[in-house]
């Protein structure tokens, strides 16, 4: 995949999906997968990085951080990806969206979003303005219908409160895949070790939604391989001492040194919320059958 946004080259025509995409989720790859449909153009993108603070939002809250957003576009076979700062766009009619980005940058012949698309300053246009407006430029526009699962329209606020209030089963099957996060293994007080029950400890992504404090079924991935977990997201009320929420992953039945790496831990099911604990012999105990639960 070739990213244009810090080095604009001559690229073919291309079909572009045109949006934020703050989680590739099932409603998401429905615009995406729509670019692969059109033989004889290239399958591109228009979004903007995953840390960019978008109006009526107060701070980045993901389902994905950029570097995972860009593995996944990498993996469905998309070709060009073109993802400026906000700053410099924000204040571009949609004519100059179209002539300054669709037409010179990415050369599109045919571009496609979701249904409740806006762009222009402000985000004055909505997708049935700019389909109007591009057909005056010979390029045809597609309009991607809320896409439903379950009864339920798939879109981010919905997964993001299912995160938030730890219905992982629920958002993992809205999203067409697990919620993951990534992080350096660091080092912590190694008081698990002490309790059978050693952990990796990893500063919790500050851009990503941050999910219910508690104890996950998850998976974390070694070396390429998938080995069961359990996680602790939350900030250790029984030992105390941690300013910001820090995830801790029990990996079942392995035993090596991974401080220093940078691991990809997902949450499967909610287990139970955090809590403190009366003593360090009650925290073993609640961890042991975390533990058999989570084999289980």
């Known amino acids: ?8 080259i001559p690229v073919p025509p291309t079909a572009a999906a045109l949006g934020f ?7 998401h790859m429905k615009v995406v997968e729509e670019c692969f449909e059109h033989e004889g153009l290239c399958p591109a993108m228009f979004t903007f990085h995953s840390d960019e ?4 939002r107060q701070r980045a809250e993901n389902l994905l951080t950029n570097d995972m957003k860009l593995e996944r576009l990498e993996k ?8 400026p700062a906000f700053d410099s766009v924000k204040n571009y009619t949609a004519r100059d969206f179209i002539e300054k980005i669709l037409i010179k940058i990415l050369n599109s012949r045919l571009v496609v979003c979701g249904f409740d698309f806006r762009l222009g300053a402000g985000g004055g246009s909505d997708a049935e303005q700019l389909k109007a407006l591009c057909a005056g430029y010979g390029i045809e ?10 009864g339920m329209v798939v879109h981010s606020t919905a997964i993001k409160n299912y995160i938030k209030s730890g219905e992982l ?24 070790r002490t309790l059978d029950c050693p952990t990796i400890n990893q500063i919790y992504p500050a851009n990503l939604v941050m999910p219910k404090f508690g104890a996950y079924k998850s998976v974390a991935e070694v070396d390429g391989k998938l080995l069961p977990s359990l996680t602790n997201i939350g900030v250790k009320p029984t030992v105390g001492g941690v300013d910001a929420p820090l995830a801790e992953t029990h990996i079942l039945g392995y ?10 831990v997902s949450l499967r099911d909610f287990m139970r919320e955090e809590q403190r604990f009366d003593s360090i012999e009650q925290l ?4 042991s059958q975390d533990k058999t639960e989570a084999a289980r």
């Open 53 to 56: 603070i978008l109006p009526k």
């Open 21 to 27: 995409f703050d989680g590739l989720h099932l409603g």
């Open 76 to 83: 469905s076979g998309l070709k060009y990806i073109y993802s």
């Open 1 to 8: 995949m070739t990213d244009l946004t810090n080095k604009i």
């Open 169 to 192: 089963a629920k958002a993992n099957r809205l999203l067409g895949y697990d919620f993951s996060f990534e992080g350096e293994v660091i080092y912590g007080n190694q008081l698990g």
């Open 284 to 287: 073993r105990q609640r961890l």
């Open 255 to 264: 035993d090596g040194d991974l401080y220093g790496r940078v691991l990809r």
């Open 141 to 150: 526009v597609v309009i991607i219908p809320p896409f439903s699962l379950d």
